[in-house]
């Protein structure tokens, strides 16, 4: 009886063993999606359990940089990640405890990362004309596509000396651009979309010329008190003088560039009977120079009020008042249509009289000729710019 004692009680032991047995948590499927991608892509890695970690366990991976946690509840857990390393990449997986020990071991997996294709911008031409006056405001409207969807400009060089002209742009989206040419004769502006990408790209050039033609002599404009031209912007077509923003107060010389102030019969600070003395720094024995009364304060009370939008009026020089005389009429010696309420008599000009400092030059609209005054004498002003 007693030797059968012995086997029966390691029987039991082992069946105790085996009862305290626990499944041991392991990673058995892992993925990325997408496999492959261009760089910044955003990449998600996932991975699956047997069973629920136990306490203190994580799911780490690591892509390259060191061990990132990844996030999930029981059996499932991912992480994302957007990806700008090129080239073939693998990642690894595994099971870490709290010192960041591997409980068993990892999975791995292999994804690419390709170089991203930055294509370039189109630029098209919406609308132009082929030809403008000479200083009459040209239009031009552009648009650009870029397939990325990272257009940024649009830019023009006019050709003709000034400065390019760059405005942000979007798809499809027209911008309008406007450039006064001061010279006649015929130029080539060219335009360029650039985009925003690595490295930025640039359209093809587009080009387009301009025959920008002199107008005829004489040939003037009107010009608002917001200082558009008349039919543009808020100045209407023959618009009519007055103080109000859409009324005329300014004349612009289309052949010299030349804009200027018309006189007005209203009493106030331009009114065509006003005269003035022209003292200047070098001769002022009367101290005047710059007072209400004086051509130099003229300018200084016109230009405070930013006559037609401006602020930079100046005393013309005796050959731009020259400049507006038109011989064979009647006085006085101007075309009247667009320079209304002129007096036939002299206008101050900025130009000294080489034989005596005491005087200056003026021009006469009662004869359309030239001549001096001593600078003490009132005489009538107007002002150009």
Request: glycine residues 8%.
């Amino acid at each position: 009886m007693n030797k059968y004692i012995a086997p029966l009680f390691f029987i039991a032991v082992i069946g105790n063993v085996q009862a305290a047995t626990v499944t041991k948590t392991t990673i058995t499927q892992t993925s990325v999606t997408p496999t492959s991608a261009t760089a910044g892509t955003m990449f998600k890695f996932t991975a699956t359990l047997n069973a629920p970690l136990t306490a203190g366990n994580k799911v780490k991976i690591d892509l390259g940089k060191g061990l990132a946690s990844m996030t999930g509840t029981k059996t499932s857990y991912s992480l994302s990640r957007a990806i700008f390393t090129t080239g073939s990449q693998t990642y690894k997986v595994g099971i870490y405890n709290a010192k960041n020990v591997l409980q068993g071991k990892v999975s791995s997996g292999n994804y690419s990362v390709s170089s991203k294709i930055n294509n370039a911008p189109t630029l098209t031409l919406v609308s132009g004309d082929d030809s403008v006056e000479q200083n009459k405001v040209y239009t031009l409207q552009l648009k650009a596509t870029d397939s990325d969807n990272n257009l940024r400009s649009i830019s023009v060089d006019w050709k003709d000396g000034s400065t390019a002209e760059t405005q942000t742009a979007t798809n499809d989206t027209a911008l309008t651009f406007t450039h006064t040419y001061a010279t006649a004769g015929k130029f080539t502006f060219t335009a360029t979309a650039k985009d925003s990408g690595t490295p930025a790209l640039t359209s093809a050039i587009l080009s387009k010329t301009i025959d920008v033609i002199a107008p005829p002599a004489g040939s003037y404009s009107k010009v608002c008190n917001s200082g558009a031209l008349e039919g543009e912007e808020d100045c209407p077509i023959n618009p009519v003088l007055g103080s109000k923003a859409t009324d005329w107060a300014c004349t612009q010389d289309n052949k010299t560039g030349l804009m200027w102030e018309v006189k007005t019969t209203d009493g106030g600070l331009r009114d065509m009977n006003k005269n003035y003395t022209n003292y200047t720094p070098d001769y002022d024995p009367d101290k005047l120079y710059g007072a209400a009364t004086n051509a130099a304060g003229f300018v200084l009370d016109v230009n405070s009020q930013s006559l037609c939008g401006a602020s930079d009026w100046r005393l013309p020089t005796k050959d731009e008042l020259l400049g507006i005389v038109k011989l064979g009429v009647s006085s006085p010696t101007i075309d009247t249509t667009y320079f209304p309420n002129t007096q036939s008599d002299g206008f101050w000009s900025s130009s000294p009289y080489a034989y005596s400092s005491y005087n200056a030059w003026y021009v006469s609209f009662g004869y359309g000729s030239s001549g001096d005054f001593h600078k003490y004498y009132n005489s009538f002003v107007r002002l150009v710019r």
